[in-house]
């Protein structure tokens, strides 16, 4: 079975770091982009950014750049999703998803096919 | 950045009948357009991919059509377990960007 499985719910202070994970099992890890989704509570699904475990080529939402840093271990299938300083305002769900392709014309079609279970992130002093 | 704005924001309907939402893109995208299943708190599930495709297991009263701007998901003989947030996604160029999303209820 194809899945991304990420790690737990956290509870931080603003100005502590944090990384979370995302494990993918059942398929090759390395050859398949992994994205990064927020969910704010209540609100709409934003794209934060993607990756490429097999040579770490990343792509970010310019929202988001400087804000938080994708990374991935394709020795131990796992994306990583981090930041350095957070806020309140960081408080939200957050998904990983593999970004399958479909062949197509004039060019390939892309959607996010698996998705992890989501991690709660709460930030609160 | 590409918007996609969704309509209606929500709507009511019954089990066994037939919803449309819509999905307008502020540029052309083509085909480059997903549709998502999301329900209480869990993780999306793509419905419809290059704006008509279903992936495998995705039921066949789930349909899309369009091209360019203008985006519809149609779903036929409503089940109880359709009753969820729908999101439209463009995938034309980065970032991709969804629409704010369809809640729909019985």
């Known amino acids: 079975e194809v899945q991304l499985v990420q790690s737990g719910a956290e509870v931080k202070k603003p100005g502590e770091s944090l990384k979370i994970s995302c494990q993918g099992s059942?398929?090759?890890?390395?050859?398949?982009?992994i994205g990064w989704v927020r969910q704010l509570p209540g609100k709409g699904l934003e794209w934060m950014g993607i990756i490429f475990p097999d040579d770490s080529n990343t792509t970010y939402n310019p929202s988001f750049e400087g804000q938080v840093t994708i990374s991935a271990d394709k020795s131990s299938a796992t994306a990583y999703l981090q930041w350095s300083s957070l806020k309140a305002s960081d408080t939200a769900l957050y998904y990983c998803a593999r970004r399958m392709i479909w062949a197509g014309e004039p060019s390939d079609y892309y959607a996010m096919d698996v998705w992890g279970q989501g991690t709660t992130v709460t930030v609160s002093s | 950045d590409i918007q996609m704005t969704q309509a209606p924001s929500s709507l009511s309907a019954s089990v066994g009948g037939r919803v449309s939402i819509t999905c307008r893109a502020s540029?052309?995208?083509?085909?480059?357009l997903n549709w998502y299943q999301q329900k209480g708190g869990k993780a999306p599930k793509l419905l419809i991919y290059?704006?008509?495709s279903l992936p495998s297991g995705v039921p066949s009263r789930f349909s899309g059509s369009g091209s360019g701007t203008d985006f519809t998901l149609t779903i036929s003989r409503l089940q109880r377990e359709d009753f969820a947030t729908y999101y439209c996604q463009q995938s034309k160029s980065n970032p991709l960007t969804f629409g704010q999303g369809t809640r729909l209820e019985i």
């Open positions: 290059a704006a008509t």
């Open positions: 059942g398929y090759r890890f390395s050859t398949y982009w």
């Open positions: 540029q052309n995208i083509g085909k480059f």
